[in-house]
Structures are given as structure tokens and as C-alpha cells.
């Protein structure tokens, strides 16, 4: 199993869950951009399951240096790769903050899991799963950036998913919707709309294991979100969401 994202909370926990329901894989690829805290969770698979795992370093916001990747081979690939960044009202004009957001969760994110996607391919098997967001749905003032690139993602990976299919590749598009992870630390979160990581894996875990291609992690989600998507743009324009 390749996972990108190796420090989010709900990678970390699909893992365990895999591994908890049986699942077993020669290697573990962490593919990370904090060495240390991936560094305590390989640990930690390996002293519970007895699950080997390699460290792999990457920085979305430089080059890429895919060499790295050469020898890595698996039918599972799993992303949680993600940036949230400033919103609108501290950081639409801060061109650093705008480039960043895109780059971690679009324009660099999508070459790597392009690389990995072709060697699935070239094996007519395999299985990828990517965390996207709600904010993709529709363009709100509060985080219209950051919503961008999710949108922008959401769209790659259902062309992704159409473009895989005749060649036995699945392509798992993930909405979690609000999250109580580090990412969200701090942000005023209605408990009721709010997954942990576990419940995101649980329900993320199932949904692999039933080849489902768009997955709310709240079922909720996709009631308030189609609700959003259908408000009248004479009428959403004026709105502060």
C-alpha cells in the first residue's frame, strides 16, 4: 500500500484499519513530508501488526524528483495529501498562501498520482483512493481557494476513475466533510456535521471494499451539499456561506 499523506490523521487510521481487518501487504510505502511524526507511526505498525513500512520524503511545494518512487510498486494507493491554508478574509490576496494551497492539493498532487496511476494501469489492476473535500461542491466566499482545488481535484479524479475503468483500475473519490484533525484545530465545528478519523476510515474502509465511487463520510454531507449546488446563484451570491 502507497499512502501520500502519511501524517493525516485518517490515513494513518485507514491503515490501522486495514491491518486491524486482516489486510496484509509485503511493504507499506509512507510517503510523507515530516519525516519525525511519520517516523512514530511506522513504529507503532510495527511493534501492533508486525507491518514493515519504507519513508519516503516529499515536498509538494518544490520539484518533484520522481526517482524516488522507481521501485514502488502496489494495487493500492491511498491520498490524504491536503492543505487547508488561510481563508478568504486573511489570505485571498496572498499569493504565497494561494500557490501553496493549489499546489498541495492540485497541481503537484495530480502528477504524482498520475505516475502511480500508469503503473496500475500497465497492470490492468489496482485501486486508488483519494481524499477530496465538500468545498469542492460549490464556491463559497469563506474558502473559495482552498474550494478551487478541491473542486479542480474532484473533477481529475472522476475523469480518473471514467478514464481507469476499461483497464480494471478503481478510482474512489472520498468527501469527508468536516474533519476533527490538525488541520481544523481551533475552527468552530458543529459536532453533529463532525467525522473523527476513525469513523472516516471505518466508513472509508467499507466503501473500498464495496468499489463505491463517490463516498460523503457524514451521509448528511450530500444532503447539505446538494442543497448548496441547487440555491440560485442570484440568490447564493448573497449569502455568506
Given at each position: 500500500?502507497i ?14 484499519k486495514?491491518?486491524?481487518?486482516g ?6 510505502y509512507?510517503v ?13 505498525i ?12 516529499l515536498?509538494l511545494?518544490q520539484?518533484?524528483n ?6 514502488i510498486?502496489?494495487?493500492l494507493?491511498f ?24 499546489d498541495?492539493n ?6 504524482v ?16 483512493i ?6 469542492g ?6 474558502n ?15 475523469g480518473l ?5 476499461p ?12 474533519m ?5 484545530e ?8 463532525t ?7 471505518e ?13 460523503y463520510?457524514?451521509?448528511?454531507w450530500?444532503?447539505?451539499m ?6 440560485p ?9
Open positions: 500500500m499512502i501520500l499523506g502519511s501524517t493525516s490523521e485518517v490515513a494513518q487510521a485507514f491503515v490501522e486495514a491491518l486491524t481487518a489486510e496484509k501487504f509485503p511493504k507499506i509512507l510523507t513530508s515530516s519525516r519525525e511524526t511519520t517516523e512514530r507511526f511506522a513504529q507503532h510495527d511493534v501492533k501488526f508486525l507491518q514493515p513500512s519504507e519513508i519516503i520524503e515536498d511545494t520539484e518533484i520522481y526517482s524516488v518512487f522507481e521501485n510498486d502496489s494495487d494507493l491520498c490524504a495529501t491536503g492543505y487547508l491554508g488561510l481563508g478568504t478574509e486573511d489570505g485571498l490576496y496572498d499569493d504565497k498562501n494561494t500557490e501553496k494551497i493549489i498541495i492540485y497541481a503537484k498532487l495530480v502528477p498520482i498520475n505516475y502511480f496511476a500508469k503503473k496500475m494501469e500497465s497492470k490492468r489492476s489496482g485501486n486508488i483519494a481524499l477530496s473535500s465538500v468545498a461542491d460549490r464556491g463559497r466566499q469563506s473559495f481557494i482552498y474550494g478551487s482545488a478541491k473542486a479542480a481535484f474532484t473533477a481529475y479524479l472522476s476513475r471514467n478514464y481507469l475503468f483497464q480494471k483500475v478503481h478510482v474512489m473519490t472520498v468527501k469527508p466533510g468536516f476533527e484533525t490538525k488541520m481544523t481551533g475552527l468552530p465545528l458543529n459536532p453533529k456535521l467525522a473523527t478519523p476513525k469513523q472516516a476510515a466508513c472509508i474502509y467499507k466503501a473500498y471494499k464495496k468499489q463505491k465511487n463517490i463516498v463520510v457524514l451521509p448528511i450530500r444532503l447539505i446538494l442543497i448548496i449546488i441547487h440555491i446563484e442570484f440568490i447564493f451570491k448573497k449569502l455568506k456561506l
